[in-house]
Structure formats: structure tokens, C-alpha cells
């Protein structure tokens, strides 16, 4: 069974210790595996698709990189505006619609000034 | 550029009603898939539409259905609502099919069943 685990489940930071976020996958063939920001009441919004192992994609404070088995997100110095629940999804070879994505429970980010 | 949208922000309805809620995907975007987020979980995939017709399900009864118009907005009707059917519905648009998609979400509709 296509399954994503996220760890931990919350994370609390002080601004500027550098930490990072977990994202393990079990999936029958990988499309794509995408990370999303989720603020309290509101739509995940869009942060980076990774396609294969090996590869990294960066945006300001955040870098995502991937492996076979797991994803991570690499938070930089953080910042309180960074606060919020991240969300990993994986896309599965298997199965014939594209928007099957399966999530995470998500790791919910706390930053303190 | 206009970003997904969604209406009602929040709903409140009574066990065995029905309720409809709608989508309206971002510009350009030709397929809509449709989430339940319940508190505290990551959303799931309750069904896509692409060229309005659907395009997979997920693993939710059929008094869960959808419609997708010419003009690529969408509907999701939900019949006999149930008291666990309160979460964040969630619609995403993204172009095309095959091949990992990027689906952007909109805000979401708050449907609170009592």
C-alpha cells in the first residue's frame, strides 16, 4: 500500500536554529513527490516538485532534497513567518488518475523569536 | 494570473442534508481534483476531473459526485451528510495530464455537519 509518513509530528524552533523535516515513502513507482506550506484555515500552497533521487531544489530559507526511500526539507535559519504545517505528497506510477496524490499527516512548524 | 477559488468559505448543515460546493480552477488550468481534510490530517483524494469527465476516485462513496463545466469550474455534491463528512474540502487545478502534475489549492470550504 502507497503510504507517506512525516516526522516529527511538530517541531518547535528559535529563530535561526536550523533544523530539518522528514518525509518517508512507500510508493509502487514514483511520479513525483511534492512538498506543500499549509497555514491555519487555509489551502496548501505549492513549494517544490522533486522527480528522482538525487535531486535538490531550493526557494529563500527552504531546500528539498530527495532520496529512494525519503524526502527532507531543510529549513535555513528559520524566521517566525516560516511558521506553519508542511506537507509532503507523493504522485504513484500505479494507479491511472494524476491527481491521486497521497499526503503526510504534515510536521507542524513553530518558530519563536 | 487568478489563483484557484472556492465558495462557500464556510458551511453549516444537518445530518442527511445535501450540500454543493464550488471550485473555480486557476487560469489556463484544465483538471480539477478535489480533498477532504479532516483536523489534523493531511488531505485526501476524493476524485479528479479532467475535460469534465472523471479522471480516478478515491476511496469514497458514491453519495460523493462532482461535475466539471466547459469552462473548467467544478462541483462537488455531497447527499446524506454524515457527522464525519465535517472537514476542509479542498479543490487543486493543475494542467494536462500525464506525468507529475503541480496542483495548486484553493482556500478551502469549512463544511461543519451538526
Known amino acids: 500500500e502507497d503510504q507517506v509518513t512525516q516526522s516529527p509530528e511538530a517541531l518547535r524552533l528559535q529563530e535561526g536554529e536550523s533544523s530539518s523535516l522528514n518525509c518517508s515513502y512507500t510508493?509502487?513507482?514514483?511520479?513525483?513527490l511534492f512538498w506543500y506550506r499549509q497555514d491555519p484555515g487555509k489551502g496548501p500552497e505549492f513549494l517544490f516538485t522533486?522527480?528522482?533521487a538525487g535531486e535538490e531544489k531550493e526557494k529563500e530559507r527552504l531546500k528539498a532534497t530527495l532520496t529512494k526511500k525519503e524526502s527532507f526539507l531543510h529549513i535555513t535559519a528559520p524566521k517566525p513567518e516560516d511558521s506553519a504545517t508542511y506537507l509532503c505528497a507523493v504522485q504513484a506510477r500505479r494507479g491511472g488518475s494524476q491527481g491521486n496524490l497521497i499526503f503526510g499527516k504534515g510536521t507542524k512548524l513553530s518558530v519563536k523569536p | 494570473e487568478t489563483g484557484v477559488t472556492q465558495s462557500p468559505t464556510h458551511l453549516i448543515k444537518t445530518r442527511g442534508q445535501q450540500v454543493t460546493l464550488r471550485c473555480s480552477s486557476q487560469s489556463g488550468h484544465n483538471t480539477v481534483s478535489w480533498y477532504q481534510q479532516a483536523l489534523g490530517q493531511g488531505p485526501q483524494f476524493i476524485f479528479q476531473y479532467y475535460r469534465e469527465e472523471e479522471n480516478g476516485r478515491g476511496n469514497f462513496p458514491p453519495r460523493f459526485s462532482g461535475l466539471q463545466f466547459p469552462n473548467y469550474s467544478s462541483e462537488l455534491n455531497v447527499n446524506a451528510l454524515e457527522l464525519d463528512d465535517s472537514a476542509l474540502y479542498l479543490c487543486?487545478?493543475?494542467?494536462?495530464?500525464?506525468?507529475?502534475?503541480?496542483?495548486?489549492f484553493g482556500p478551502g470550504t469549512r463544511l461543519t455537519v451538526t
Open positions: 510508493v509502487s513507482g514514483l511520479r513525483g
Open positions: 487543486a487545478s493543475s494542467l494536462g495530464q500525464g506525468g507529475p502534475r503541480e496542483q495548486y
Open positions: 522533486l522527480y528522482s
